[in-house]
Antibody, heavy 118, light 107 residues
Framework: EVQLVESGGGLVKPGGSLRLSCAASGFTFSSYSMNWVRQAPGKGLEWVSSISSSSSYIYYADSVKGRFTISRDNAKNSLYLQMNSLRAEDTAVYYC???????????WGQGTLVTVSS | DIQMTQSPSSLSASVGDRVTITCQASQDISNYLNWYQQKPGKAPKLLIYDASNLETGVPSRFSGSGSGTDFTFTISSLQPEDIATYYCQQYDNLAYTFGQGTKLEIK
């Protein structure tokens, strides 16, 4: 069974940093591109970042470019999102999602809440 | 960036009704369009990929069509368990974009 479990969310002050992790199991992690998608409270979905299976290709939304860094460790079946210079508008539930088909995320984690507030 | 305009933003329909949601891209995205369902407090679920392909395990009352800039998502006969918010998502360029969502309610 495919499982994606996010961790690392919490309360952080504006300008602070946080590192999210996503532990994957039930599939060959190293064969799939992975994504982070976020959802602000009561709002819609916003794609944040993508990383290819071997980390060769990495993409970011303009809203996080230069502040967030996506990475993965295929030996540990883990995906990461390093978030720096956090702003109030980064407050959201952050989902880790597998890209099972090109451009389509077929499995999602349960999400981890990041709250940026003083 | 490619913008996705989804309509309506909310919709109220009766069980058994045919429901249609549209999504318009700001530029040609061929068939690079997916549809997701999100129930309250849950992660999104992929329903349709590449504009018209039904994801494995998804009931056949769900369908999608379109190409270029105009896309349609249809539920042929609304069921109570279909109450959710639906999102389109494009992947034509390297920055994926979601539509604003359509909240579907039972009348």
């Amino acid at each position: 069974e495919v499982q994606l479990v996010e961790s690392g969310g919490g309360l952080v002050k504006p300008g602070g940093s946080l590192r999210l992790s996503c532990a994957a199991s039930g599939f060959t992690f190293s064969s799939y591109s992975m994504n982070w998608v976020r959802q602000a409270p009561g709002k819609g979905l916003e794609w944040v970042s993508s990383i290819s299976s071997s980390s060769s290709y990495i993409y970011y939304a303009d809203s996080v470019k230069g502040r967030f860094t996506i990475s993965r460790d295929n030996a540990k079946n883990s995906l990461y999102l390093q978030m720096n210079s956090l702003r109030a508008e980064d407050t959201a539930v952050y989902y880790c999602a597998r890209e099972g088909k090109v451009g389509a995320t077929d499995y999602w984690g349960q999400g981890t809440l990041v709250t940026v507030s003083s | 960036d490619i913008q996705m305009t989804q309509s309506p933003s909310s919709l109220s329909a009766s069980v058994g009704d045919r429901v249609t949601i549209t999504c318009q891209a700001s530029q040609d995205i061929s068939n690079y369009l997916n549809w997701y369902q999100q129930k309250p407090g849950k992660a999104p679920k992929l329903l349709i990929y590449d504009a018209s392909n039904l994801e494995t395990g998804v009931p056949s009352r769900f369908s999608g069509s379109g190409s270029g800039t105009d896309f349609t998502f249809t539920i042929s006969s609304l069921q109570p368990e279909d109450i959710a918010t639906y999102y389109c998502q494009q992947y034509d360029n390297l920055a994926y974009t979601f539509g604003q969502g359509t909240k579907l309610e039972i009348k």
